[in-house]
């Protein structure tokens, strides 16, 4: 089911005005739990990626370094199916990132290591996941209070401040 769904929504993202780009490539690099660096096949520069519909801890918050290894663990070197949806102010693409049939995204949030990324009182497209990460209180979830990543820059900023 999770395969069909992740296959699903690669084809409605890949066909609607949203995208700009799909492609396949090899993960490079891995900055934190939601950012990675993808070469596609095709050639060209290696491209920085932010997944899209979820948020993982700042890599200097409690949570960050590990929700980063697991997502290393999990990509790094290998190769994966890429949608960008569009383009956030920092230039990086917003994309669906898939690997092996499975959604990153969904499994970085049913892992415990990130937030379903609400917006606007919306829960955000990997609620699921989250309520049953909560519930088996998995990786950031073990906490009593976890602080959201949204939460954490509010209060502290980020981790990596725009260099002058």
Avoid at 13 to 38: I, K, M, P, Q
Avoid at 118 to 136: C, F, L, T, V
């Amino acid at each position: 089911m999770v395969k069909l769904r992740c296959l699903l929504l690669l084809l409605f993202l890949a066909s609607g005005a949203n995208a700009r780009e799909t492609f396949v490539g090899h993960v490079t690099h891995v900055t934190d739990g939601d950012t990675l660096w993808v070469q596609a096949d095709a050639g060209g520069a290696v491209r920085k990626l932010r997944m899209l519909g979820m948020d993982a801890p700042e890599i200097c918050q409690s949570g960050g370094k590990a929700a980063r290894d697991l997502l290393a663990q999990w990509v790094l070197k290998r190769r994966v199916s890429v949608v960008v949806s569009y383009y956030d102010r920092w230039g990086r693409g917003l994309a669906t990132v898939v690997l092996d049939g499975k959604d990153l995204g969904a499994q970085m949030v049913r892992a415990g290591q990130a937030w379903s990324y609400g917006w606007r009182g919306r829960p955000g497209m990997y609620a699921a996941e989250e309520a049953q990460a909560r519930q088996s209180r998995l990786g950031v979830f073990a906490a009593s209070h976890p602080e959201s990543p949204r939460a954490f820059r509010k209060r502290h900023g980020s981790c990596h401040p725009e260099k002058k």
